[in-house]
């Protein structure tokens, strides 16, 4: 158990709707980031938070977006899905931004399904 | 830029065999080398590190070292089992990103 918890684990909706994928970080991690993982894409960064605030951000679409709460939970919302949406979705923490052995802890993921 | 290039897949390979996944790396400055591996079904799991240069990371039997001169991490172990099958990624943190390799596929059969 890496001490990074997701919900829902499986989430089933149509296109066009709209869902919010929420993440805990381990404790004491401040840095939280989104992944998408498909199996034509492989592993795709979203974007990355950090004590709040916007890090990073990778391929992460204009219908995506993302935030991080004071008690640094996160949550991905997700609109006007398409098909190609569905995917696994992964959040990791990590204790920092960056630097030297900062190593991410995986959450067991989010299976979307669109249909 | 820093980026990650990994060994293409799939890989199989037969019970207790050698295994090798290439991986090298581009990137300014010291950046920290991981490899994690992805079980079926499962997240990805941290399995091995190394934050210098001519450090060697290990955990379950894998090995890799940090060689800056040629700027690779391969993984290696020596003696693989059924129970080794799963995706294997490299990974790059370096400055405030983190970078991941394409992954690669290995299947051990008996």
């Known amino acids: ?115 | 830029g820093n980026s990650v290039t990994q060994m293409e897949g799939p890989v199989t390979l037969s019970e207790e065999a050698f295994l090798t996944i290439n991986c090298t790396y581009t990137a300014t400055g010291y950046p920290s080398l991981f490899w994690y591996v992805q079980y079926p079904g499962e997240g990805l799991q941290l399995l091995l590190k190394a934050t210098k240069a001519d450090d060697k990371g290990s955990n379950k039997g894998f090995e890799a070292t940090y060689r800056k001169e040629t700027t690779s991490f391969h993984l290696e172990k020596g003696s693989v089992q059924v129970s080794d099958s799963a995706v294997y990624f490299c990974a790059l943190s370096g400055g405030d990103q983190f970078y991941f390799g394409t992954g690669t596929s290995l299947t051990v059969i008996p």
Not at chain 1, 57 to 75: M, Y
Request: charge should be negative; include cysteine; glycine fraction near 10%.
């Open chain 1, 1 to 115: 158990d890496s001490g990074v918890t997701q919900t829902p684990k499986h989430l089933i909706t149509a296109t066009g709707q709209r869902v919010t994928l929420r993440c805990s970080p381990r404790s004491g991690d401040l840095s939280v980031y989104w992944y998408q993982q498909s199996l034509d894409q492989g592993l795709q960064f979203l974007i990355q938070y950090y004590n709040g605030e916007e890090r990073a951000k990778g391929n992460i679409l204009e219908r995506f977006s993302a935030q991080q709460f004071p008690d640094l939970h996160s949550e991905l919302n997700l609109s006007s899905l398409e098909l190609g949406d569905s995917a696994l979705y992964f959040c990791a923490s990590s204790r920092t931004s960056g630097g030297a052995g900062n190593e991410q802890f995986f959450g067991p993921g989010t299976r979307l399904t669109v249909l």
